[in-house]
């Protein structure tokens, strides 16, 4: 049967009656005009979501997730401050309509129609997806994540508390405001929403003000499993670090006070807590889910007869409204949804791949020109290590004092992740920044990839420049999502409206002898190869990793990009070229104003007879086959890409020439860079091409470690075939 009909006639036939659902709330524990404010919110979000399906019957509207049941969610969006950056579960439609009406925005029921209908005039996503979002609300967009965006809420709260003391220049958060992130209690059990809130308490426990309200709205099943009786309260209601608090969602009368105490306790505590909702879910989860396919029919009854809308009417008529204007609020936002939804049925919707594309990069901001420190607060900052500046070093060394300069420069730049700080990294590359800027900017976090992430998007949100490093590539996968999921799609999904820019250091690639094995030695690309908008560097001397790191801080400072800046673990110490004590592989650090643009690519050599297109530790080989190749009579230029997302496609064809060409891929042959450039060769012409990659295998520790790897002999072999 029609459970939405069976919904809607039981509110008709039960307001008349008077027959209201069993309940403690009283009437006076709201003032009369709020109380009728948030029976307006909750009518306007039932309505919509009505309203929702016919348009999709129709063929006028598409996919979405209905907020039915969740409507006491309105009283967050009454108590919290429209300035209180929220983070809002795909149920929160009368939440964000609350805000608006809290805000003196009448134009909510337009736009999540526009939203439904997904036309090109929505004002959040500019119709790529039916979202919840608003600038001018503070509700970043999120679409039907699953806990996804709880890590990054982490950031954003903890931003608050940096910013009061080093404040962007385009922070956007107020110094006393808190962040509110809002979940199901199904996305409870998700390991992303477990370890944010892990780290939420981990950092509480250790006096680091977290202004940061979880909201778990309770509606007992996620889909169509059952969350067990009492799971949320047992394993939420004692953890360190987190004041818990319950209100019932289903009565705002009876949900007012605590849902007011959880966010006065946040906003004056400054730490963290949990607020755990009651809720219920009506119509099933989403779409044409039909409840009563996995539910027996009692139970789905006993769901509908706790229709919060039957507890907000039971309260307004216990306070002296009439039940008939009760009703006439309900059918008459009806009426207005539906004649709204009439106007916009030839609406006109994105068409063409570059109408969506549009938002994938968002917009060039201003910023405030940095003159850099004085020559005597930088040689204050730098001590000792001023002395060698004036002597090669490894790789390492420069990517340090890149760090330096950077973090001199822009106050708003911030690194984290785990052993950045005190310990300086694994490899001593981000050493001394701890005792030389603080620990308020060199952040040291637990072990969690996708809390180190999302603690950088969070931030990211209110001006800062974070630098999250990633101990090891493998160690990305457990938190790839935050970057595919979160990162790279916030420009999309808001039209350009909101971003968060970072620069992600990531310890990578293969060659470490004999260490680690596959952990440590991650020669594996693709996961970020194809996240669109995702710019990929990877630098192979001291001197470009130095500008090259510039040049992705600048593009995410100016150009608000997320940049992934992949560090060639085997690199680091690299001294020597050709033979033992040469130097060949050290570098001077380059001018603190010299950069590498994007788009273009090292060439080494003139000669004419072979082109070796290749990056990372696949240059530092290749650059030892030229010099074997040059004794064979072979003369060969080295064309290093540095840049593996966008590929420098002009600037690599016309380095290229009429030269035959040998691509060498340190990741494996399937997934790797190789297949791109390959199909680019085709494309572009190229007479004559092959390529050297890895084989299609993790790599081994000890001895072998190398086996499966391109090698100097392995690339001169492949020149003398390819030549052939």
């Known amino acids: 049967m029609d459970r939405v009909s069976i919904v809607h006639d039981n509110f008709l036939r039960r307001v008349a009656a008077q027959d209201f659902p069993v309940g403690q709330a009283d009437s006076a524990a709201l003032d009369p005009g709020m109380a009728l404010d948030l029976y307006r919110s909750q009518v306007l979000s039932r309505a919509l979501d009505l309203q929702s399906r016919v348009m999709q019957k129709a063929g006028q509207g598409f996919y979405t997730i209905g907020s039915s049941g969740h409507e006491g969610m309105a009283l967050l969006g009454e108590v919290l401050r429209v300035d209180d950056?929220?983070?809002?579960?795909?149920?929160?439609?009368?939440?964000?309509?609350?805000?608006?009406?809290?805000?003196?925005?009448?134009?909510?029921?337009?736009?999540?129609?526009?939203?439904?209908?997904?036309?090109?005039?929505?004002?959040?996503?500019?119709?790529?997806?039916?979202?919840?979002?608003?600038?001018?609300?503070?509700?970043?967009?999120?679409?039907?994540?699953?806990?996804?965006?709880?890590?990054?809420?982490?950031?954003?709260?903890?931003?608050?508390?940096?910013?009061?003391?080093?404040?962007p220049e385009h922070a956007i958060l107020p110094r006393d405001g808190l962040v509110m992130c809002s979940f199901g209690d199904a996305s409870l059990n998700h390991s992303t929403a477990q370890?944010?809130?892990?780290?939420?308490?981990?950092?509480?426990?250790?006096?680091?003000?977290?202004?940061?309200?979880?909201?778990?709205?309770?509606?007992?099943?996620?889909?169509?499993?059952?969350t067990p009786s009492g799971w949320v309260k047992a394993s939420m209601s004692a953890r360190p670090g987190l004041k818990y608090f319950e209100a019932d969602g289903l009565d705002v009368f009876a949900g007012f006070a605590a849902v007011k105490a959880a966010a006065d306790w946040v906003r004056t505590h400054r730490k963290p807590a949990f607020l755990h909702l009651r809720t219920v879910r009506l119509y099933g989860h989403a779409g044409p889910d039909v409840v009563t396919s996995y539910l027996p029919k009692a139970e789905v009854e006993a769901d509908e007869a706790q229709d919060p809308l039957l507890y907000s009417a039971r309260g307004l008529v216990a306070g002296g409204m009439a039940p008939d204007a009760v009703i006439d609020v309900y059918t008459r936002t009806l009426e207005q949804v539906a004649t709204a939804a009439e106007e916009m049925q030839d609406i006109p919707r994105l068409q063409s791949a570059s109408q969506v594309m549009a938002s994938l990069i968002p917009p060039k901001r201003s910023v405030t020109i940095a003159n850099g420190p004085s020559p005597e607060k930088r040689a204050e900052v730098f001590g000792s290590d001023m002395a060698q500046m004036d002597q090669p070093q490894p790789m390492s060394r420069l990517i340090n004092w890149a760090l330096h300069d950077l973090m001199l420069s822009h106050d708003e730049t911030l690194l984290m992740g785990e052993d950045v700080g005190r310990k300086g990294g694994n490899y001593g590359v981000t050493q001394k920044l701890h005792a030389r800027f603080g620990p308020a900017r060199v952040i040291d976090t637990l072990l969690d990839e996708q809390s180190i992430l999302g603690l950088a998007i969070g931030l990211a949100h209110n001006g800062f420049i974070p630098m999250p490093?990633?101990?090891?590539?493998?160690?990305?996968?457990?938190?790839?999502?935050?970057?595919?999921?979160?990162?790279?799609?916030?420009?999309?999904?808001?039209?350009?409206?909101?971003?968060?820019?970072?620069?992600?250091?990531?310890?990578?690639?293969?060659?470490?002898?004999?260490?680690?094995?596959?952990?440590?030695?991650?020669?594996?690309?693709?996961?970020?190869?194809?996240?669109?908008?995702?710019?990929?560097?990877?630098?192979?001397?001291?001197?470009?990793?130095?500008?090259?790191?510039?040049?992705?801080?600048?593009?995410?400072?100016?150009?608000?990009r997320v940049v992934i800046f992949v560090e060639p673990i085997a690199l680091y110490p690299m001294r020597d070229l050709l033979a033992p004590g040469d130097g060949g592989w050290m570098r001077h650090y380059p001018t603190s104003d010299s950069h590498i643009p994007l788009d273009t690519v090292g060439v080494h050599g003139d000669g004419d007879d072979l082109a070796i297109v290749t990056y990372g530790n696949g240059h530092y080989l290749s650059r030892q086959a030229q010099h074997d190749l040059a004794e064979a009579g072979i003369a060969a230029r080295v064309i290093?890409?540095?840049?593996?997302?966008?590929?420098?496609?002009?600037?690599?064809?016309?380095?290229?020439?009429?030269?035959?060409?040998?691509?060498?891929?340190?990741?494996?042959?399937?997934?790797?860079?190789?297949?791109?450039?390959?199909?680019?060769?085709?494309?572009?012409?190229?007479?004559?091409?092959?390529?050297?990659?890895?084989?299609?295998?993790?790599?081994?520790?000890?001895?072998?470690y190398g086996a499966t790897l391109p090698s100097r002999e392995g690339i001169v072999a492949a020149a003398h075939a390819l030549l052939r």
């Open 85 to 167: 950056i929220a983070f809002l579960h795909y149920r929160d439609a009368a939440f964000q309509i609350a805000r608006a009406a809290k805000a003196g925005q009448a134009d909510m029921m337009r736009d999540m129609l526009l939203s439904f209908a997904c036309a090109a005039e929505e004002p959040t996503s500019g119709g790529r997806h039916k979202v919840l979002g608003s600038r001018a609300l503070m509700i970043p967009p999120q679409t039907s994540t699953i806990a996804s965006h709880l890590p990054k809420a982490v950031g954003a709260a903890h931003s608050v508390t940096l910013a009061r003391r080093n404040r």
């Open 469 to 560: 490093e990633i101990q090891f590539l493998a160690y990305l996968h457990n938190a790839e999502d935050q970057l595919r999921g979160e990162a790279a799609t916030l420009p999309f999904f808001s039209n350009g409206q909101w971003s968060n820019p970072m620069v992600v250091r990531i310890s990578a690639l293969g060659y470490q002898k004999g260490f680690g094995g596959h952990f440590h030695n991650d020669n594996s690309l693709a996961v970020l190869r194809d996240i669109p908008g995702l710019i990929i560097a990877c630098p192979s001397t001291g001197d470009e990793a130095a500008q090259m790191l510039r040049t992705c801080h600048q593009l995410a400072r100016e150009e608000q």
């Open 640 to 704: 290093d890409l540095r840049w593996l997302a966008p590929l420098p496609e002009e600037a690599l064809i016309a380095a290229i020439g009429a030269r035959p060409v040998l691509i060498v891929d340190e990741c494996r042959r399937t997934g790797g860079q190789a297949e791109a450039l390959m199909a680019m060769m085709a494309e572009h012409k190229v007479e004559r091409f092959a390529r050297l990659t890895a084989e299609d295998s993790f790599i081994a520790t000890g001895p072998a």
């Open 195 to 226: 370890g944010a809130i892990n780290t939420a308490g981990w950092t509480a426990v250790q006096g680091v003000p977290l202004p940061l309200l979880f909201v778990c709205e309770n509606n007992g099943i996620g889909i169509s499993t059952k």
